[in-house]
């Protein structure tokens, strides 16, 4: 196991709802990657944090947001739920000296399946 | 177009087949390059770097063409549990995120 946690591990919500899933870094490690995982495609990059700032983001909209606490721990918001939302949510985090980017180095949580209904 | 692209599969092969997997990238500024492994329901783990060179690991073999913007993994002596959606992944240089391909399901039957 790579060490990074993730929680809730299942969520059913309702549209135009909003949530918040948990990502606790493994041990050290003081970047975290946020990706979205929909059927059948490739994860696709959400944002990264680094020191408590983000650090990059891909093609998402504002509605998603996000945290990283003093601890290297994060959070990633979503507000407005759609439908399109529905998707396994894959936090990655990376050990100081990788810039975070070093597919090598980013080790991956077992993920937060989330259902818009 | 995708950034990164590869064939869906799914690849049906029989215990000991030898199975090769394509993908091609059209970020030519890509930095460096990897193929994931994801079991079914699970999260994407690190299968092996991809280097110009070429590079092995026991029955993987990957290859990276920069010219052709064309990454490869070969599978040899093929086992039940390799059985699993491969993801071909791209870092682009400057930027601090991994770019997946939609994965190539491979599944190896007795």
């Known amino acids: 196991e790579t060490g990074v946690t993730q929680s809730p591990t299942h969520l059913i919500k309702t549209r135009g709802q909003q949530v918040t899933l948990r990502c606790s870094s493994q041990?050290?490690?003081?970047?975290v990657s946020w990706y979205q995982q929909a059927l059948g495609q490739g994860p696709q990059f959400i944002f990264q944090?680094?020191?408590?700032?983000?650090?990059g983001r891909g093609n998402f909209p504002p509605r998603f947001s996000g945290l990283q606490f003093p601890n290297y721990s994060s959070e990633l918001n979503v507000n407005a739920l759609e439908l399109d939302d529905s998707a396994l949510y894959l936090c990655?985090?990376?050990?100081?000296?990788?810039?975070?980017?070093?597919?090598?180095?980013?080790?991956f949580g077992p993920g937060t399946r989330l259902l818009v209904l | 177009r995708k950034e990164v692209e590869q064939d869906p599969g799914p690849f049906n092969v029989p215990e000991g087949a030898t199975v090769a997997f394509n993908c091609t990238y059209s970020?030519?500024?890509?930095?460096?390059f990897f193929w994931y492994r994801q079991d079914c329901r699970k999260e994407p783990k690190l299968l092996m770097s991809?280097?110009?060179s070429g590079n092995e690991d026991g029955r993987f073999t990957a290859q990276l063409n920069r010219a052709s913007q064309y990454i490869s993994l070969l599978i040899r002596d093929s086992k039940l549990s390799d059985s699993a959606t491969y993801l071909c992944?791209?870092?682009?240089?400057?930027?601090?995120?991994?770019?997946f391909g939609a994965g190539t399901r491979l599944a190896v039957h007795p």
């Open positions: 990655a985090s990376s050990p100081p000296g990788t810039s975070g980017g070093l597919g090598k180095t980013q080790y």
């Open positions: 041990s050290g490690h003081n970047t």
């Open positions: 944090y680094y020191r408590e700032e983000e650090n």
């Open positions: 970020n030519s500024a890509s930095q460096s």
């Open positions: 991809v280097y110009s």
């Open positions: 992944v791209v870092k682009p240089r400057g930027y601090n995120k991994l770019i």
